[in-house]
């Protein structure tokens, strides 16, 4: 997950200091030091927790104060991480979502549900407008095609359209599926 806007960031500071203070409030209680494995599994836990977020506002910070004055590289390891790269783009441009809706003449809040859903609502022509509203351009890209992958969608398919049938055709049995 990535911080979207300054609301998101303000709110993963709050629950920074949140973790950070209940791990110094585990590391001080005695009670819970008699069981150790407990008191590590609840401090593992927060950790967790606070790595995430730090590593969160981390590259929000640098996005927020990135040089405009040189291009930016964001890196976008797969198809699925180009709505992060999106966000990552109109946050380092300093563009609020309504700036960006001003740019495509859209409603900021159309571009909000686009963040939202990380560009689920959004189609292919739309997603193209939007990088170049925010002068994305890709350098070069590499696809990558799995025939296992085919195969084993196709399997799946095949599965699910013959389960599918089966309720049709058997609408008043109840089925339990393992």
């Not at 401090?43 to 967790?48: A, H, I, L, N, V």
């Given at each position: 997950?990535?911080?979207?806007n300054?609301?998101?960031?303000?709110?993963s500071l709050?629950?920074?200091?949140?973790?950070?203070?209940?791990?110094?409030?585990?590391d001080?209680?005695?009670d819970?030091?008699?069981?150790?494995?407990?008191?590590?599994?609840h401090?593992?836990?927060?950790?967790?927790q606070?790595?995430?977020?730090?590593?969160?506002?981390?590259e929000?910070?640098?996005l927020?104060?990135?040089?405009?004055?040189?291009?930016?590289k964001?890196?976008?390891?797969?198809?699925?991480?180009?709505p992060?790269?999106?966000?990552?783009?109109?946050?380092a441009?300093?563009m609020?979502?309504?700036?960006?809706?001003?740019?495509?003449?859209?409603?900021?809040?159309?571009v909000k549900?686009?963040e939202?859903?990380?560009y689920?609502s959004a189609?292919?022509g739309e997603i193209?407008?939007?990088?170049?509203?925010?002068?994305v351009?890709?350098?070069?890209?590499?696809?990558?095609?799995?025939?296992?992958?085919?195969?084993?969608?196709?399997?799946?398919?095949?599965?699910?359209?013959?389960?599918k049938?089966?309720?049709?055709?058997?609408?008043?049995?109840?089925?339990t599926?393992?």
């Open positions: 997950m990535i911080i979207k300054e609301q998101q960031y303000q709110h709050d629950w920074l200091q949140r973790f950070e203070q209940s791990i110094a409030e585990l001080s209680n005695e819970l030091k008699a069981e150790p494995k407990r008191c590590q599994l401090r593992d836990s927060y950790q967790s606070v790595d995430d977020l730090k590593e969160q506002i981390t929000y910070e640098k927020i104060n990135c040089d405009t004055s040189t291009p930016l964001i890196k976008i390891n797969s198809l699925n991480k180009l992060d790269g999106l966000i990552k783009a109109r946050i441009a300093k609020s979502q309504q700036e960006l809706a001003d740019i495509l003449g859209i409603d900021e809040q159309r549900e686009y939202d859903t990380d689920q189609s292919f193209l407008e939007v990088s170049t509203a925010l002068g351009e890709f350098e070069a890209a590499t696809m990558q095609v799995d025939f296992a992958e085919i195969e084993a969608v196709k399997k799946s398919v095949d599965k699910w359209r013959k389960e049938m089966n309720i049709i055709a058997v609408p008043n049995q109840v089925r599926f393992s």
